[in-house]
Structures are given as C-alpha cells and as structure tokens.
C-alpha cells in the first residue's frame, strides 16, 4: 500500500502540519462519477476522475462515507465500519484510489461516523437483543416516565430522539433518524473497538479522518429536559453538545489511535455544530493533543432562522455580518488554534446561490454575474488563515437546484419536515421557499462534468436529479479555458502553496466594518516577513472606488478575477490580490477610520449556535 511517511527531517522543520498550506476536496461519493450506469457515483468513477483533482492542484481528499450502510442517511447510518458499500464498489477499489491518489501527492481523509450506528450494526442488534445482553450498555437504553419518552428531546431530523423497543421493553436514543441510534462512549470497551477500527483503516493507507459531529459523544449524565422550542418538544443541544467529557475522550483517541503511528501524521478534523471559540480553541491547540481543526457553523447560521431552518422568514445577510463573523474567528483561534475555511459542503446550499450574484447575465466587464461572484467568494475565503475546503462543483460555480415538486427531494431532513409541517396542516407550496433556498440536496445534485445528458456522470438514470444548468455549468466547458471559474481556482490553489503570507500571515479585517462607509467592499491583509497581501472584492453589480490607503503605491496584482484590474476603481463582483511591502501598509488603520490593531471589532450580531439543522 502506498503510505505517506514523514521523515525525521520534516518533523524537525515543522513539516508534520503539512496540512497548513494544502487545499482539501471533498468527495461525495454517490454523487460525483457513476463508472457502471446504476446512477449512483462509485469508487470505480472517483478513480477515473483523479487528474481532475491533480489538475485543480489539491493537496487532500475528504472522502464522505462509503461503509456498509442501509442509506437511511445516506451512509451516515454505517452497518458495518471494515466493508465497503456495495454500491460504491470493493476494499479492492478503495485501495486502488489511495495508491492513486497518493501517486499525484494527495491524500485521502475518511468521514469518520461514530456518535452513532445504524440500527442494523452487529453491535447494537445484539445490544437489542436483551437486558442482559453483553452489549446492551454499547448503547444508551433508558425506561419511560410516565408512559412516555425518557426525557422531552427532540430529533434533528424531527419527532423524538426516543425509539421504544418491544423485545426489551425500553426506548434507545437516537439523536438524529430512529435506524442511528447513539453510542455509549462513556463505555470504555465502545471506545476502544472504535479506536481499533479507526487503526484499521490507517493500515490501510487513509491519512485521517473527517469526525461527524464528534462533539455530540459526551452527553450530561441524566440526560436532562431540554427547553421547550415551538414544536412543543425539548432541546437536546445544550445536554449532548461539548458535553463534560468531550475533550477527555479527543484526547484519548489521539492517544490511542494516532500516537501508534509516530513516523506518520494525520489530518484530524472535528465537525463541531454549535462548538464556540474557546472550545474550538481547545480543540485545536497542537499542545493540547486534541484534533487539527474544527469545523464551526456560525457563520453557515447567520441567515438562518434558529427556530427553524426552512422558514421563509430569516435574518437578514449582510456581508458585514459574514465578514466580521469570520474575522472573530480569525482573530479568536489566533497563533494556536487552526480554521477549517469553508462556503459548501454535503450540508450546505451553493454558495453562489447564498451569498454571491448566480444569475446567468453577462456582467458589462464580462462573464455572468454567476462566474464573477464564483470567483469572488473563493477568493475571499482563501484570504483568511486556515485550510481552505472546495466541494465537488464549488470550482465550477455549481448553482442552486430550481426545485419545484416534493417528489424532486431526497434529504431525510426535508421529508421529515415537510411530513411533520403537513400533519399540522400546512402546505407543502407554502413551504418551498424556504426548503429551496438551503436544502442539503443542493450540494448532493450530480457533479456537472459535461453539458451532455446526464452531465457526464452517469449513463443511467441519477439517483437525484442533474440541475438543469449543467447545460452550461461544467467541466468540460472550462478546464484548460482562461477566465473560467475552474481556473481561478487553480492559480487560487497555486498561490497558496507558493506564498507563505497566505499560510502564515497575520490577519486584518480592513472592511466591512460595524461603521464602514463600503458595506459592500470585503477587504482583509495578511502579512508576514516583511510582505503584506492585501484582498479585495466588491460584492455589488456597481463599480466601487478603492480608498488608496488599501491599494498603496507600488502595490502589484498578484492575481485578479479581471487581467486589467484598475488601480482606483473594482467593477461589479471584481476580485484582486495585492502584494506589497508591508511598510507601505496603514499600520493598523482602516479606511473606515477605526484603529483595527486596538481592539475586536470583527464580531457581528450574535449568531446563536449557528446550527440549525443536522448539517452532517
């Protein structure tokens, strides 16, 4: 098997966080190439399609779940942690695509799904078998209270997180889908098989994990009522997330799992809904022996209802709220902690659909508003300092799905919904809106690899349904095409392994500020060494005038959405990266006229949790 291996050297020189200046891809299997016409992706098509990452230059694949699994969930339901899902292929193919991913220098991290089985796991069929079944504490097991649930909880994908079950008499906990139900990690022996098996998969070659919501694993002992939210039943957050043993057992699993390797390193990534700052900081500080990075959902949150995700009415976005939240982050993980830098994933709506312009007319500086504020987007995120993440079809512009029927849906999480809303009466028409605009199926639409039928991702028919725009939304209309999306990405990618200020630098929210006069200019510098990048884009259709003091004299445009940036002036959706010589900076002040170097004045409204659904 073909395995990475630090040398003594690269230890030394700090190269065992070789994840600093690399650019990770996520893979949703199911969804990105099908090699045999069934409909659904497989291993067999990811593996035709690695020159497509080489080429895009990342550095790291997250690979999201292939295990044996009923597809409850989508494969967050594993039935067995060591086989592969026959619809994804064999441990054959699977070795095959890290041999070849490893032979173009990318590695492959697992989606690692361990708060919970499905209910047709080995482990908890016998743990249900009986009271006193030797496995019957693998799982949390409680009586009712007065001939009803345990506690008052509510599921995240609807109804109660309690499942009765005859044979035993009891209910079992199930935070997220009834066939999910919860491991006992405060059972040392659960514990340790996890471990063993996450070891396994090491051997073979993986070099990580991605952790689904690992901060859920430490529940408060009693499991407590939560309070009441508008459906009547109970919040579950507050007793199951960053519970009081959550580091503990991070600190364990690095022990046990990790530590075993000592001429290898990993990229450990914790998918932490609802996780502050201080205890993303915890998790991310190398001393303390805990994960690489987090994954937080603030700023995914700002415009989201906390009540209810798919409500038509939300907060308003502002680019001030999405820039300041970032920053608080920037500024909160500072020299010891690490961001996980992301817009989309298997979770989250496309961003250009969110937070850009996707509408498909030609800009009067060129390109549709879609492509420019494609490249706007990705541009300000990989000005930050962290990993940045690109999910399948984000380095193409992918756009939202125009859903219409009920029937078009596949997400657990909306046909739960919509079936709960329905039972109380309302209408499904009523409800699209909402369900439209931030449904997990708008990742989960078929990777767009050409304009043909089916998009180039299948011969049969997709298991969900090809977005329409891949008529003219693909790959094959813009790998190896200048000016394309695809290729702002790649030279985006190329600068961040060659720049250390991208890496390393300090970080400097220069606008929107709370008081800023250009709400709609998103600035941020970074510098390092003596060098300062500086980044700018306009998220507006109008052009809007620089002040100076951003674009000093003598600054040069290291890249640029445009080949003819203007010194004074961005055009609609512009985007462009400065170098200069970090002197010639304002030494802390603003164009807004705020000392930024004094105090925070990054953090927006508060945002709550920011989690609003299951976003696994």
């Not at 999201?64 to 592969?84: E, L, M, R, V």
């Not at 001429?263 to 996780?275: A, K, M, N, Q, S």
Request: charged share 25%; hydrophobic share 35%; proline share 6%.
């Amino acid at each position: 098997m073909a395995i990475f291996r630090d040398t003594k050297a690269g230890v030394a020189m700090g190269k065992n966080q070789w994840w600093r200046d690399q650019v990770v891809y996520q893979i949703y299997p199911r969804s990105f190439a099908d090699s045999n016409g069934d409909g659904i992706g497989d291993l067999r098509g990811t593996i035709d399609h690695v020159d497509h990452l080489a080429q895009l230059g990342v550095g790291v694949v997250w690979l999201s779940p292939i295990c044996a699994s009923p597809q409850d969930d989508n494969g967050y339901d594993i039935s067995n942690y060591q086989q592969i899902d026959p619809m994804f292929g064999t441990l054959e193919d699977f070795d095959e695509l890290v041999a070849a991913l490893h032979a173009r220098d990318i590695r492959l991290v697992m989606d690692l799904v361990v708060n919970h089985t499905s209910d047709e796991h080995e482990w908890f069929i016998e743990s249900a078998s009986a009271k006193d079944s030797p496995k019957r504490d693998w799982y949390i097991w409680r009586e009712g209270k007065d001939g009803k649930e345990p506690n008052n909880w509510e599921s995240f994908f609807s109804g109660p997180t309690w499942e009765w079950n005859e044979a035993t008499q009891q209910y079992y906990l199930h935070l997220f889908s009834k066939k999910q139900p919860d491991l006992n990690w405060e059972n040392p022996e659960v514990r340790q098989a996890v471990y063993a098996m996450m070891r396994w998969w090491l051997e073979r070659g993986v070099d990580g994990f991605r952790m689904d919501v690992i901060n859920l694993i430490s529940k408060v002992p009693g499991l407590p009522d939560g309070p009441v939210g508008p459906t009547g039943r109970g919040s579950c957050f507050d007793a199951c997330a960053n519970g009081p043993r959550f580091h503990e057992f991070l600190a364990e699993m690095r022990r046990e799992v990790f530590d075993a390797y000592p001429d290898r390193t990993f990229l450990t990534v914790g998918e932490t809904p609802g996780i502050g700052i201080d205890d993303a900081l915890k998790c991310s500080d190398p001393a303390r022996g805990e994960v690489d990075m987090v994954f937080q959902f603030e700023h995914v949150g700002l415009d989201n209802n906390p009540g209810d995700k798919f409500a038509i009415d939300r907060p308003e976005h502002t680019l001030t709220n999405l820039a300041g939240n970032l920053a608080a982050w920037q500024e909160g993980m500072d020299e010891r902690g690490w961001n996980s830098l992301y817009f989309e994933n298997h979770d989250q709506p496309r961003s250009v659909s969110r937070w850009g312009d996707d509408s498909e007319e030609i800009s009067p500086a060129g390109g549709t508003w879609r492509e420019r504020s494609a490249k706007a987007l990705a541009g300000m995120l990989h000005a930050h300092r962290g990993t940045p993440y690109v999910y399948q079809g984000q380095e193409l512009g992918m756009n939202n799905t125009p859903w219409q029927r009920l029937s078009e849906f596949r997400d657990l999480e909306v046909l739960n919904y919509v079936a709960v809303r329905q039972a109380e009466g309302k209408v499904f028409d009523d409800m699209l809106a909402g369900i439209a605009r931030v449904n997990r199926d708008n990742a989960r639409t078929p990777m767009q690899w050409s304009g043909e039928p089916g998009a180039g991702f299948s011969t049969g028919e997709p298991w969900i349904a090809v977005n329409p725009a891949a008529a003219y939304i693909n790959a094959a209309a813009q790998v190896g095409k200048p000016g394309s999306v695809f290729e702002f990405y790649r030279a985006l990618i190329a600068l961040r392994r060659e720049n250390p200020v991208l890496v390393h630098g300090d970080f400097e929210l220069l606008s929107p500020l709370a008081d800023c006069a250009h709400p709609d200019l998103w600035a941020v510098r970074r510098m390092f060494d003596g060098e300062s990048l500086t980044a700018l884009a306009n998220f507006s259709r109008e052009d809007a005038e620089v002040p100076s003091e951003w674009w000093p004299q003598g600054a040069s445009v290291v890249l640029g959405s445009d080949l003819d940036a203007d010194a004074r002036v961005l055009r609609g959706w512009e985007f462009v990266f400065l170098s200069h010589r970090a002197d010639r900076a304002t030494g802390g002040r603003s164009a807004c006229g705020a000392d930024t170097a004094r105090r925070s004045r990054y953090r927006g409204p508060d945002c709550g949790r920011g989690w609003t659904g299951p976003h696994r």
